[in-house]
């Protein structure tokens, strides 16, 4: 599926925060049968040492070590290359991901000041919601322990273009009568991750749509999550999907930084594409290379109904991210 790191040697070390999870366990799963993985270190508060036992009898070449509690956490982030943070609460039914933010932004910060102690270096991906928020966090703790790099700091937006390409794949199969592979369509999906910050850019993906159709998908896409969370009905948001859009980052990850060329993924990461807008982070394709972020792709060519999409985006990103940093900025 994506595991095309299997020609590199098994030499890169992850570290996954939040690993006895709903996305955590998956995660780890799929990271273990990552054949370019050699160390698979699984932390968090409770079920780490069960998750390990059970992972490590797959014949796969990662050593997978579980440590629980805080007093483990320095041990498992030590010789990260690159560290994956689901820990933190999902949303129920009638919360917004900010509403998540009371709760996680404490853990993110906490975790983030432990890897800019013990793996200054790492790559880290963030999952914890919201991503809008967190990721400006861990910059600002990194930055405070002057140990900031933005190149190895990537929000995990994945997932949305994942659903992306199933919404607009099963939209034009029943459209056309013609059954479309959901991996052969490509959509541009910039902003962030929450709502109207996500922006799905259609008209650059070669398909005709009518205008209901481009009002249902980029819903559809905008609010997936909320899908997930009400079928979960109380008990989470989406898991196995993300977790499959997490392994999927991570794989790609660490091919560019084995030398892999022209491996693109959208990520939310420090950027200029919106910097006129006064927004410094912002979700777009980005080049990955051997130093984490290569290039930053722009946005490109936005029809009239994007342009208004994008203006609703700018607002409710900067409140994120300005909250983000307010947070990490506290005493
Ligand atoms: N970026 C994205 O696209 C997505 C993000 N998410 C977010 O991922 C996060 C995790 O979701 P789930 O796995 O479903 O939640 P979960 O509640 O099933 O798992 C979270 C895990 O984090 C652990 N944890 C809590 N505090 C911790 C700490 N200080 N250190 C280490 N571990 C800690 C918990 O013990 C638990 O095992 C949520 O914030 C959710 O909103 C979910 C789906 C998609
Ligand atoms: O909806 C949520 O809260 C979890 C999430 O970020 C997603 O599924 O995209």
Same mark, same amino acid.
């Given at each position: 599926?994506?595991?095309?790191? &299997?020609? *590199?040697?098994?030499?890169?070390?992850?570290?996954?925060?939040?690993? #006895?999870?709903?996305?955590?366990?998956?995660?780890? *799963?799929?990271?273990?049968?990552?054949?370019?993985?050699?160390?698979?270190?699984?932390?968090?508060?409770?079920?780490?040492?069960?998750?390990?036992?059970?992972?490590?009898?797959?014949?796969?070449?990662?050593?997978?070590? !579980?440590?629980?509690?805080?007093?483990?956490?320095?041990?498992?982030?030590? +010789?990260?290359?690159?560290?994956?943070?689901?820990?933190?609460?999902?949303?129920?039914?009638?919360?917004? &991901?900010?509403?998540?933010?009371?709760?996680?932004?404490?853990?993110?910060?906490?975790?983030?000041?432990?890897? #800019? &102690?013990?793996?200054?270096?790492?790559? *880290?991906?963030?999952?914890?919601?919201?991503?809008?928020?967190?990721?400006?966090?861990?910059?600002?703790? /990194?930055?405070?322990?002057?140990?900031?790099?933005?190149?190895?700091?990537? !929000?995990?937006?994945?997932?949305? @273009?994942?659903?992306?390409?199933? %919404?607009?794949?099963?939209?034009?199969?029943?459209?056309?009568?013609?059954?479309?592979?959901?991996?052969?369509?490509? @959509?541009?999906?910039?902003?962030?991750?929450?709502?109207?910050?996500?922006?799905?850019?259609?008209?650059?993906? +070669?398909?005709?749509?009518?205008?209901?159709?481009?009002?249902?998908?980029?819903?559809?896409?905008?609010?997936?999550?909320?899908?997930?969370?009400?079928?979960?009905? !109380?008990?989470?948001?989406?898991?196995?999907?993300?977790?499959?859009? !997490?392994? &999927?980052?991570?794989?790609?990850?660490?091919?560019?930084?084995?030398?892999?060329?022209?491996?693109?993924?959208?990520? /939310?990461?420090?950027?200029?594409?919106?910097?006129?807008?006064?927004?410094?982070? /912002?979700?777009?394709?980005?080049?990955?290379?051997?130093?984490?972020?290569?290039?930053?792709?722009?946005?490109?060519?936005?029809?009239?109904?994007?342009?208004?999409?994008?203006?609703?985006?700018?607002?409710?990103?900067?409140?994120?991210?300005?909250?983000?940093?307010? %947070?990490?900025?506290?005493?």
């Amino acid at each position: 599926m994506f595991f095309s790191a &299997r020609l *590199l040697a098994a030499k890169t070390n992850v570290a996954i925060l939040g690993a #006895a999870g709903g996305i955590g366990q998956p995660l780890s *799963l799929l990271t273990k049968l990552n054949p370019a993985i050699s160390n698979l270190a699984l932390y968090d508060l409770v079920n780490t040492p069960g998750v390990a036992a059970d992972l490590s009898h797959i014949n796969t070449p990662a050593k997978v070590k !579980g440590y629980k509690g805080p007093d483990e956490l320095d041990a498992a982030l030590k +010789g990260a290359d690159v560290v994956i943070i689901p820990a933190g609460v999902p949303r129920k039914p009638g919360m917004s &991901r900010d509403d998540l933010f009371n709760t996680n932004a404490g853990i993110v910060k906490s975790l983030a000041s432990a890897a #800019a &102690r013990v793996c200054p270096d790492a790559h *880290l991906l963030v999952i914890a919601n919201p991503v809008n928020s967190t990721v400006p966090i861990v910059a600002e703790v /990194f930055k405070k322990a002057g140990v900031y790099n933005p190149k190895r700091l990537f !929000g995990v937006t994945t997932l949305d @273009v994942v659903r992306a390409s199933t %919404f607009v794949a099963e939209a034009q199969t029943q459209a056309t009568g013609k059954a479309i592979d959901p991996s052969d369509v490509k @959509v541009t999906v910039i902003g962030g991750h929450s709502g109207v910050t996500i922006l799905p850019i259609l008209s650059q993906t +070669g398909l005709s749509f009518s205008q209901e159709e481009v009002d249902a998908l980029t819903h559809r896409i905008q609010f997936g999550g909320d899908e997930v969370v009400k079928a979960k009905d !109380g008990a989470g948001s989406a898991t196995l999907s993300m977790a499959q859009a !997490g392994a &999927r980052f991570t794989d790609s990850l660490i091919r560019a930084l084995n030398g892999e060329k022209n491996v693109v993924e959208p990520c /939310f990461v420090e950027s200029p594409v919106a910097a006129e807008q006064g927004i410094k982070f /912002f979700a777009s394709n980005v080049t990955l290379g051997k130093e984490g972020v290569d290039t930053i792709h722009p946005i490109g060519k936005l029809n009239a109904f994007e342009e208004t999409l994008f203006e609703k985006v700018i607002p409710e990103l900067k409140k994120n991210i300005q909250k983000g940093v307010e %947070f990490a900025n506290q005493a």
